[in-house]
């Protein structure tokens, strides 16, 4: 991590630590940036997701949600696994993180991805799962979904082979936070990008008005990190 991503972690941690918030997912991934993908567009307007073929998969992949501002709506078949026209580097792959825009995760996609430990789905749609998906893949392999939706996985005719591995996620949704009252409060994130990673930060605030913490005399808006001197 560069001088600058370690200035802003810095200032978030020690902003962040004076309000009140649910909780705080700080994730750094190396994967965040198309330099690992190919994207093919589909008939109905969006973008499937590929890993590029013979460059190294890192261990944590996010699939982007957009693409050439279109969504990306499908996990391609053997995504991330190799198949006959493709070699896939997919052995240090340990988390996939999915967004809620995603639809559908096609036949074999992670197959024989031998260290994943972890997928996490957002959204309240249940994507269709193809054959195969998790073949190959660690028995300690759980699956992450929102809390209101396990039940609703374990019961999916596609998902239920997998039902012993879902489970609630440890985070809000990035797209809702319910505080006390039921209300959606603040969420805010932060996107940097570097030259080595792209650092995605996603606060999740309990009962406050706006975005911005008090420390001490100052007050910083965590919206805004242009006064950190790069």
Not at 40 to 55: M, N, P
């Given at each position: 991590m560069n001088d600058f991503s370690s200035k802003l972690m810095?200032?978030?941690e020690d902003n962040i630590s004076k309000g009140k918030y649910v909780q705080k997912n700080i994730e750094v991934s190396a994967a965040t940036g198309d330099q690992y993908f190919v994207f093919q567009l589909r008939s109905d307007g969006g973008y499937?997701?590929?890993?590029?073929?013979d460059v190294e998969m890192p261990k944590e992949i996010e699939i982007p949600s957009q693409f050439s501002n279109k969504p990306v709506v499908s996990i391609g078949?053997?995504?991330f696994s190799?198949?006959?026209?493709r070699v896939i580097?997919?052995?240090k792959i340990e988390s996939v993180t999915?967004?809620?825009s995603i639809m559908n995760i096609s036949d074999e996609a992670m197959k024989d991805c031998i260290r994943l430990l972890k997928v996490i789905i957002f959204?309240?749609?249940?994507?269709t799962l193809g054959k195969n998906v998790f073949l190959n893949t660690p028995k300690e392999l759980a699956i992450y979904v929102p809390v209101g939706m396990v039940d609703v996985y374990k019961n999916d005719p596609s998902w239920s082979a997998y039902r012993d591995k879902i489970q609630a996620i440890d985070v809000p949704s990035p797209e809702?936070?319910?505080?006390?009252e039921g209300l959606v409060n603040t969420v805010v994130t932060t996107v940097v990008d570097s030259k080595d990673v792209s650092i995605s930060y996603n606060f999740y605030f309990l009962n406050i008005t706006n975005s911005t913490v008090v420390n001490d005399d100052e007050n910083y808006d965590v919206k805004n990190f242009d006064d950190i001197d790069q």
């Amino acid at each position: 991590m560069n001088d600058f991503s370690s200035k802003l972690m810095r200032l978030i941690e020690d902003n962040i630590s004076k309000g009140k918030y649910v909780q705080k997912n700080i994730e750094v991934s190396a994967a965040t940036g198309d330099q690992y993908f190919v994207f093919q567009l589909r008939s109905d307007g969006g973008y499937s997701i590929f890993a590029k073929a013979d460059v190294e998969m890192p261990k944590e992949i996010e699939i982007p949600s957009q693409f050439s501002n279109k969504p990306v709506v499908s996990i391609g078949k053997n995504a991330f696994s190799n198949s006959e026209n493709r070699v896939i580097k997919n052995q240090k792959i340990e988390s996939v993180t999915i967004p809620e825009s995603i639809m559908n995760i096609s036949d074999e996609a992670m197959k024989d991805c031998i260290r994943l430990l972890k997928v996490i789905i957002f959204g309240n749609r249940v994507p269709t799962l193809g054959k195969n998906v998790f073949l190959n893949t660690p028995k300690e392999l759980a699956i992450y979904v929102p809390v209101g939706m396990v039940d609703v996985y374990k019961n999916d005719p596609s998902w239920s082979a997998y039902r012993d591995k879902i489970q609630a996620i440890d985070v809000p949704s990035p797209e809702e936070t319910p505080n006390q009252e039921g209300l959606v409060n603040t969420v805010v994130t932060t996107v940097v990008d570097s030259k080595d990673v792209s650092i995605s930060y996603n606060f999740y605030f309990l009962n406050i008005t706006n975005s911005t913490v008090v420390n001490d005399d100052e007050n910083y808006d965590v919206k805004n990190f242009d006064d950190i001197d790069q």
